[in-house]
C-alpha cells in the first residue's frame, strides 16, 4: 500500500528504549544478589564466546544515575527493563533482600522524576538459580507458583509508580534455546521438555495477567514475544503452504494462548500425533482462558523464508540423505524435529545480512506489525528492535552510520504500518546503552550510548554518546516526523528541518 502522506504518531507515544537486568547491570553477588541461572551457565566452559560472564556487564547498577541522566538529554520517554528476580528474592521465594529491592526502587524513582516512564519486566531469563537446583526451573509448575507472588509482590510495590508491565521477554526463545538446543540455561536438547516448560510459562505468565488486572486496573501487561514473520521461498503453493505451518508453529503456537487461551489447532494436532503435547491439565484451560493482555510486545529482528518440506519437495528430497521410506526413522526425527514435515527454511536471496548473519528486513517489520495486529487486534508496543554491530571509539566519538540507517528504516516501516491502521503506542530500541549480548560477548554492540569494555573486563566503563544518540533525540523531539519517506534528514534544509521540530 502506497501512501502520499503518512500519518503522525499519536502524541503520547512512547520513543524508549530498553535492557534487562542480566546484560546490563552487573553486581552480579553483590548486596544479597542470588545467583542465577546465568551466572552459572556463563561458567560453564564454551558455552559463551570467550567464556564471557555478566559479573560487571556495563554496572548499571553502580552507574544508573549517569544513564538516566543521558536518557533525560536524549529526550527519551520510556525505559524498558528487567528486574533480576534473584536480586529481589535471592532464592526465587521467601526471604526478600532488601538492598536489591531497594535499587529499583531508586531506579524507578529517578526514572520518573526525570519524565520517563518505567516499563518492567518481570522476567528476562535469568531465573534463580535456587529454582532450578529445587524444582528443576520450568518444568515444575512450582516454579509458577513461585513466579507469580514474586510479580505480586512487585506490582503492590511500585503500584502508582509503574504502569507498563511484561511478564516474559520472549518466552519462544528461553524455553527453545535453553530445553531444546542447548544453548542457553539449562542446556537440555528435549523437545518434550520444552514443550512442558513452555506450558508452564503460559499458565504462570496467564496468573500474573490476571493477577495484575486484579490488583489494579489501571496497569498495562503484556508479554514481550520474538517475532518474526515467515516468507514463502517464492509462489509455489507448496511453499505458501510451507510459510503458513511455519507462521503456526513459530508465532501462533505462543501468541494464540496469550490472547486466545489456546493452543492453535494444527500445530497442537500435529504434536499431539508424535506424542509430543505438553501435558495440559484440565484445570489449565481455565487459567489459560481467563487472562487476556493490555498489549503485545513485539520484539523484531528478522524473519525467515521457508519451502516445502522435505518430504513433499522433489528437490529436496534428492538433496538430503533421509530415508523417507523408513517409518521408525520417522518417528525418531519426528522426535526431534515435528516441524521437519511443515516446513524447511531457506534462504532470502532479497536481503542482506548482518556481520551475525541477521537478515535486515525493514518491510519485513511491517509485515509483522501488520500480520500481528490483523490476528489479535490488540495495541502493540516494539519492545525491541536494534542491530548488533562491531562499534569503534575514536577520538571520543562513535560515528554508528549503519544504526542509524537500519533504525531509520524500521521506523519509517513502523510509521507506514500506523498509517496501514496497525496501533502501535511504543517503540523501544535495542538498547540504549551497549551491553552483554548473551553469547557473542561485549563486541556486539547495539546501544546509543558506548560503554568503554571488552571481553575480559577490561575498560574505564565510560559511556560516550555515539552519532544514533543524536539521532534517536532528534527523532524524539519532532515526535518521528523526522522519519520521512522522502528524503533522509541530511537531505533536509535547515528551514526545514525547523518546521518538522515544530509539529
Ligand atoms: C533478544 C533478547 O532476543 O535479542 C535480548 O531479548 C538480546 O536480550 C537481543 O540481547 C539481541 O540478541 P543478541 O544475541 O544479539 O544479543
Given at each position: 500500500m502506497y501512501h502520499k502522506f503518512l500519518d503522525k504518531f499519536?502524541?503520547?507515544?512512547?520513543?524508549g528504549a530498553a535492557s534487562a537486568a542480566y546484560q546490563c547491570e552487573g553486581a552480579a553477588a553483590e548486596d544479597g544478589k542470588g545467583p542465577s541461572v546465568w551466572d552459572a551457565f556463563c561458567r560453564i566452559p564454551g558455552k559463551t564466546r570467550n567464556g564471557t560472564t555478566g559479573d560487571t556487564a556495563v554496572d548499571f547498577y553502580h552507574r544508573f544515575e549517569e544513564d538516566i541522566a543521558l536518557m533525560k538529554e536524549m529526550g527519551l520517554k520510556a525505559f524498558r527493563f528487567s528486574v533480576s528476580w534473584s536480586r529481589v528474592f535471592p532464592e526465587g521465594e521467601?526471604?526478600?533482600?532488601r538492598k536489591g529491592l531497594e535499587f529499583y526502587d531508586h531506579l524507578i524513582d529517578r526514572l520518573l522524576e526525570n519524565g520517563i516512564e518505567p516499563m518492567v519486566t518481570l522476567y528476562h531469563w535469568d531465573l534463580p538459580l535456587a529454582l532450578q537446583e529445587k524444582y528443576g526451573g520450568w518444568l515444575s509448575r512450582k516454579t509458577a507458583d513461585a513466579f507469580v507472588p514474586y510479580a505480586g509482590f512487585l506490582f503492590a510495590r511500585w503500584r502508582g509508580k509503574v504502569r507498563w508491565w511484561i511478564t516474559f521477554n520472549e518466552q519462544n526463545v528461553f524455553t527453545g534455546l535453553g530445553?531444546?538446543?542447548?544453548?542457553?540455561?539449562?542446556g537440555e536438547k528435549d523437545f518434550r521438555h520444552m514443550m512442558q516448560a513452555n506450558h508452564i510459562v503460559n499458565l504462570a505468565n496467564a496468573r500474573t495477567v490476571r493477577l495484575a488486572h486484579q490488583m489494579d486496573p489501571t496497569f498495562r501487561i503484556g508479554p514481550s514475544f520474538g517475532y518474526g514473520p515467515s516468507y514463502p521461498l517464492n509462489a509455489d503453493p507448496g511453499n505458501v503452504l510451507a510459510a503458513l505451518n511455519a507462521d503456526a508453529f513459530n508465532n501462533d503456537w505462543w501468541l494464540d494462548v496469550y490472547v486466545k487461551g489456546r493452543y492453535p489447532r494444527f500445530v497442537l494436532k500435529h504434536l499431539e500425533r508424535l506424542g509430543l503435547a505438553p501435558d495440559i491439565r484440565e484445570e489449565d484451560y481455565a487459567i489459560l482462558e481467563g487472562a487476556r493482555p493490555d498489549f503485545l510486545g513485539m520484539n523484531y529482528y528478522h524473519g525467515g523464508t521457508v519451502q516445502a518440506n522435505v518430504f513433499e519437495n522433489p528437490q529436496l528430497s534428492k538433496q538430503k540423505t533421509l530415508d523417507t521410506t523408513d517409518p521408525y526413522q520417522m518417528q525418531a526425527d519426528m522426535e526431534e524435529s515435528p516441524e521437519k514435515v511443515m516446513f524447511e527454511t531457506a534462504r532470502n536471496p532479497y536481503l542482506e545480512s548482518t556481520e551475525w548473519g541477521w537478515e535486515i528486513d525493514p518491510k519485513g517489520f511491517r509485515v509483522a506489525l501488520r500480520k500481528m495486529y490483523d490476528r489479535y487486534e490488540l495495541p502493540i508496543i516494539v519492545t525491541e528492535n536494534g542491530i548488533g554491530t562491531m562499534d569503534v571509539l575514536e577520538n571520543g566519538k562513535i560515528h554508528d552510520t549503519q544504526r542509524i540507517e537500519y533504525l531509520r528504516q524500521h521506523l519509517l516501516e513502523m510509521r507506514k504500518a500506523i498509517t496501514d491502521g496497525v496501533e502501535v503506542i511504543g517503540y523501544c530500541a535495542w538498547s540504549f546503552t551497549d551491553l552483554l549480548s548473551?553469547?557473542?560477548?561485549?563486541?556486539?554492540r547495539y546501544g546509543f550510548v558506548y560503554v568503554d569494555r571488552d571481553e575480559q573486563d577490561g575498560g574505564t566503563l565510560n559511556r560516550y554518546r555515539k552519532d544514533s544518540f543524536h539521532w534517536y533525540a532528534d527523532v524524539i523531539r519532532s515526535n518521528g516526523n523526522s522519519?520521512?519517506?522522502?528524503?533522509?534528514?541530511?537531505?533536509?534544509t535547515e528551514q526545514e528541518w525547523k518546521q518538522v521540530c515544530q509539529k
Open positions: 499519536p502524541p503520547q507515544f512512547l520513543w521467601g526471604n526478600i533482600n530445553y531444546r538446543f542447548a544453548a542457553h540455561p539449562p548473551w553469547l557473542n560477548g561485549y563486541r556486539k522519519i520521512l519517506p522522502e528524503r533522509t534528514i541530511d537531505e533536509l
